[in-house]
């Protein structure tokens, strides 16, 4: 990833706001059950890393930042590599912030993990990628939507050979759906590599918003690689 100058490491992430709501075309009444998305191997071996990380490092309940900080700056070399890969799939970053601890502050945390994400080459930004999955539409959604999510989805993919990855820490659970088909509709127009700089800028924010919701024991529901999800 390429940027005009490097951000000290203790800076702190820039999160941008969201935009408006894309209209859908009206859904049946009836909901039908479907089948959820079949994940890539790279998705499964990182859902497989989460769950390791969410057994034998993050905290069995709520916990303070501050809690949550001390116990991450505590992990083994190895505790803090499994937790931060859960959070983005590039084991040059994992290792990058994991030895940099122990970290004073979860400001400073989140800052070093903005500034190693911020960094990442073309290389990494793919091995990120293949990681990724679309998250989940909340239950309940209709059949009609997840078709015309899986369209869409297919679409973007066919043009840039990768998941569609977007920050939805900041998004209703209702409107999940018409966020991420505005998304990708929109995104659709981008050349490669415009497109390639704002999934790199999204991926930032995913790893960002799952490192803090790891330390405070709370739900991830921004978007996913394992179908959970700063806030994510």
Do not use: K
Request: proline share 8%; charged share 20%.
């Amino acid at each position: 990833m390429t940027r005009g100058s490097t951000l000290s490491a203790h800076r702190l992430p820039h999160c941008p706001g969201s935009s408006g709501r894309a209209a859908i075309p009206a859904l049946p009444e009836q909901p039908r059950p479907c089948s959820p998305p079949v994940r890539t191997a790279a998705a499964t071996a990182t859902a497989t890393a989460r769950a390791t990380a969410a057994r034998t490092a993050a905290p069995a309940h709520a916990v303070s930042p501050a809690t949550g900080l001390a116990l991450f700056n505590a992990l083994t070399a190895d505790e803090a590599r499994s937790v931060l890969l859960a959070c983005l799939h590039s084991p040059r970053w994992a290792r990058r912030v994991a030895d940099h601890r122990p970290y004073p502050t979860v400001d400073a945390l989140l800052a070093a993990a903005d500034e190693a994400a911020y960094d990442l080459g073309p290389a990494d930004l793919a091995d990120a990628l293949a990681a990724e999955a679309l998250p989940p539409l909340p239950a309940g959604t209709y059949e009609a939507a997840h078709t015309a999510l899986r369209a869409a989805h297919a679409a973007y993919e066919a043009r840039f050979g990768h998941v569609f990855v977007i920050y939805l820490g900041d998004t209703p659970t209702g409107e999940t759906l018409d966020r991420l088909l505005e998304g990708i509709r929109s995104r659709l127009t981008n050349d490669p590599e415009e497109e390639r700089v704002l999934a790199a800028e999204e991926l930032r924010r995913l790893a960002g918003g799952r490192l803090l919701s790891r330390l405070t024991g709370t739900a991830d529901g921004t978007t996913c690689h394992d179908g959970a999800g700063r806030g994510a």
